[in-house]
């Protein structure tokens, strides 16, 4: 039903994390299929992600490319994009189930999904990043690359997936449209 794909680059430390996250919805049969999309670690990102029993795709690629060739690799009707090192919190699993059970419903007007960045009640020691981003949620703003993206296939496709530059996660979003993208009730951890 769902396939998650990673960007990475030089993530060995940072996958695991992302990938302990994701444990409870293959446990419960809603992911079916981790890719990897690597920018050519040298580290031990390759042997993290075989040792956790994930899809590993290697290029020099742009971060679009690589997303987009990732993507086209899966066959499940849901995408969940993430990057290394976030790991959405309790709960997630649940609330992604609600938002594709109420979104299959409704084909005419499919939708996308973020999940919500830290805000003050869940950072001790919140930094610069993360009181930005609070703020440009809190004020309107739109989501960002950082808190992942939840997105059927069919929508992925017809908006022609994301483009072939660095800037491809954050263009994608923009070409969604805030309308079109819903904040997930479930927050998610971003690497320090």
């Keep these: 039903m769902l396939s998650a794909i990673i960007a990475t680059h030089e993530s060995e430390r940072a996958l695991v994390p992302t990938l302990t996250a994701l444990v409870p919805a293959t446990a419960v ?3 079916t299929a981790v890719v990897i999309a690597d920018a050519g670690s040298r580290d031990a990102t390759a042997e993290v ?18 997303l ?12 969940l994009f993430l990057r290394a090192g976030a790991a ?6 649940q609330a992604v189930e609600r938002f594709i059970a109420a979104n299959t419903v409704s084909e005419n007007d499919p939708r996308a999904a973020v999940f919500r960045p830290a805000g003050i009640s ?14 440009r949620v809190t004020f309107g703003g739109a989501p960002r690359p950082e808190q ?6 069919r929508s992925y496709d017809a908006l022609g997936g994301h483009s072939n ?6 263009m994608l979003l923009r070409r969604l449209g ?13 690497p320090l």
Excluded: H, N, Y
Aim: charged letters at 20%; one cysteine or more; aromatic letters at 6%.
């Design 165 to 170: 530059d660095e800037q491809a996660e954050a």
């Design 29 to 31: 049969g809603l992911l």
């Design 68 to 79: 987009k060739a990732a993507a086209a690799s899966t066959r499940a009707p849901w995408l």
């Design 148 to 153: 992942g993206l939840l997105i059927a296939r």
């Design 122 to 135: 869940d950072l001790m020691r919140p930094g610069l990043s993360e009181l930005a981003a609070l703020l």
């Design 178 to 190: 805030r309308r079109k993208v819903t904040v997930l009730p479930v927050t998610i951890s971003l």
């Design 88 to 93: 959405p919190e309790a709960g997630w699993v």
């Design 49 to 66: 992600a075989e040792f956790a029993g994930c899809r590993f795709i290697s290029s020099t690629d742009p971060t679009g490319m690589r």
